[in-house]
């Protein structure tokens, strides 16, 4: 192991290097002064791991209270901060020895050196600090752990409100968010407006090509779906089946109307050929509503629902809009 001697009195520190070794420690760098030892420590700051510094041992005499300057900016070092550093003073100065120790050193040694007492002390010291080491080590490895168990936590909280074949939110998710939604909206007053849409002639695709081309469908047409809605804050997820939902909030039956439309057009753009000719399209219904304490958020889904229903009546590939607070009269947008 490495000590670091700091001493400025010549023949001081060939007294000491000759007890550390007595002591049985052969590795001993020496310097004359607090400077030299700050100016090794900066080294020792960009130095690899295994430096050769495991405990410093200093004279606090050096030029007065220099020696305690050192051990204090010692111990602030980043390559050094965990390095246990041992005082070495005359039982005559009290206020040295206690302001060593106050600015970090971990033991004190007086003069006259004696071997085996010095052995007993920096192995001690050593110990001491490979411990401190050891239970820091052990509660970053805590740390990690705790860090991993969250994220793993997360994931699985994640995956549990998605849906795996599209991507998108679950029915559980929609269920959780819409009720949030809805309190939120009554609370805060605002709009809020659900969009249900419906894959058209979804069971003559899924008859014709198959259930694996069956899933690429509604996973194009979730993505599309994601896609077209800009906002952070609103959700899609996938209603059941060949049905998505989209919720809304603070937006109103125009606002609402008008992204659904982009959902509408953004499905038709992605030019899924269906066996019956053409493209593969969404019918859409729309619902807004000013949520109060009375109604609930299945209300609103009902309207949407509703509308929805009114769009696949009426020709399919368009959109239907109602709103909630007030009789349910279908505005189309072809």
């Not at 550093?85 to 050196?113: H, Q, S």
């Not at 996973?219 to 060949?242: I, K, M, N, Q, T």
Request: with cysteine.
């Amino acid at each position: 192991m490495g000590i670091l001697v700091v001493d400025d009195h010549g023949s001081r520190r060939s007294l000491t290097r000759q007890a550390l070794r007595e002591a049985g420690f052969d590795d001993v760098l020496t310097v004359a002064s607090a400077r030299e030892a700050l100016e090794l420590v900066e080294r020792e700051d960009s130095a690899p791991r295994d430096s050769r510094v495991d405990l410093v041992l200093i004279d606090v005499r050096i030029a007065d209270t220099h020696g305690v300057e050192a051990c204090r900016r010692i111990k602030a070092a980043r390559a050094l901060r965990n390095v246990p550093v041992v005082v070495i003073a005359g039982a005559d100065r009290p206020d040295l020895l206690e302001a060593a120790m106050a600015a970090g050193a971990v033991d004190v040694v007086t003069e006259p050196l004696r071997p085996v007492e010095l052995r007993v002390r920096l192995r001690r010291a050593l110990a001491l600090s490979h411990e401190r080491e050891h239970h820091r080590a052990r509660e970053r490895r805590l740390v990690a752990l705790a860090r991993r168990l969250e994220e793993a936590n997360a994931q699985l909280e994640r995956l549990s409100t998605l849906d795996a074949l599209t991507g998108v939110a679950n029915r559980r998710r929609l269920d959780q968010f819409l009720e949030l939604e809805w309190r939120r909206m009554a609370r805060d007053g605002g709009w809020l407006s659900v969009i249900i849409v419906d894959v058209d002639r979804f069971k003559v695709y899924n008859d014709r090509n198959g259930h694996l081309e069956g899933d690429e469908c509604l996973a194009r047409v979730a993505r599309a779906l994601a896609d077209a809605v800009s906002r952070p804050g609103d959700l899609v997820a996938r209603y059941g089946g060949e049905e998505f939902a989209v919720v809304l909030a603070q937006t109103d039956l125009t606002g609402a109307a008008a992204v659904a439309e982009n959902l509408r057009a953004a499905v038709a753009g992605e030019r899924l050929s269906h066996p019956d000719g053409g493209v593969v399209t969404i019918s859409v219904g729309v619902a807004a509503a000013i949520p109060d304490g009375y109604a609930g958020a299945s209300s609103l889904v009902e309207a949407a629902d509703q509308a929805l229903y009114v769009a696949k009546r009426t020709g399919r590939n368009r959109v239907v809009a109602a709103s909630t607070n007030a009789p349910l009269v279908a505005a189309e947008a072809a």
